[in-house]
């Protein structure tokens, strides 16, 4: 089975401060994804990435930043974390275009 | 933009009973998936359908693309409480590793 993990189910920050998501996968797949979730608005995508030291810009990608520096692994980085990037942050791998795997999330909460 | 207008939003039904959803675009898609998410966690893919006029069947779910690959469905025939989350589809955008998603439907399913 694929596994996709994130490192943290529940993440509480201060405003300012640099927050950082980790996602791993054991699959070797080539593309990963960033995404957050808000009541009302669906998934949104962040950021991905189809290579390694290779990223694209989703559609929100103001404010946050990625890494990928081996293939397993995909950061999220909120350079100075505002209350309004409080959200339910899902990353996932995908082989291919025709299907994605998610992570079980992490929820942040900024204060 | 492409988008995935999933209806409705919200169904809640008593158990035993038949219920469909649906997942309309203007836009042609490469592919569409469905998922399931129940509160706290990732997405969860049930199936991923690339042909127009496909049709796949998935124990008790029964999941069909439209001919013109624009839309999809998703029926489920006796419901029962284990079905209970908010199922998510999510087209694959043709050319790109992108995927657009649906903003979902909750359904709930009473014992």
């Known amino acids: 089975d694929v596994k996709v993990t994130q490192s943290s189910r529940y993440l509480v920050k201060r405003t300012g401060e640099k927050v950082f998501l980790e996602c791993v996968q054991d699959m070797d797949h080539e593309n990963m994804f960033w995404y957050r979730q808000d009541p009302g608005l669906g998934l949104r995508l962040i950021y991905f990435s189809y290579d390694v030291k290779m990223k694209e810009k989703g559609d929100i990608p103001e404010g946050y930043s990625v890494s990928r520096e081996k293939k397993e692994r995909f950061s999220l980085i909120l350079e100075s974390a505002s209350t309004n990037q409080t959200s339910m942050y899902l990353c996932?791998?995908?082989?291919?275009?025709?299907?994605?795997?998610f992570g079980p999330g992490t929820r942040l909460t900024v204060l | 933009t492409q988008l995935l207008e999933q209806s409705p939003q919200f169904l809640s039904i008593q158990e035993g009973e038949n219920l469909t959803v649906y997942c309309n675009s203007s836009?042609?898609?490469?592919?569409l998936q469905w998922y399931r998410q129940e509160p706290g966690e990732g997405p969860v893919l049930l199936v991923t359908v690339v042909t127009g006029g496909e049709v796949k069947k998935l124990k008790r779910l029964t999941f069909q693309f439209g001919d013109a690959r624009k839309d999809s469905s998703l029926h489920i025939t006796a419901a029962q409480p284990g079905d209970t989350g908010l199922y998510l589809c999510?087209?694959?955008?043709?050319?790109?590793?992108?995927?657009?998603f649906g903003t979902g439907t909750r359904l709930k399913v009473l014992a």
């Open positions: 836009s042609v898609f490469s592919s």
């Open positions: 999510a087209g694959a955008d043709s050319g790109t590793y992108k995927y657009i």
């Open positions: 996932a791998s995908s082989p291919g275009p025709s299907t994605q795997y």
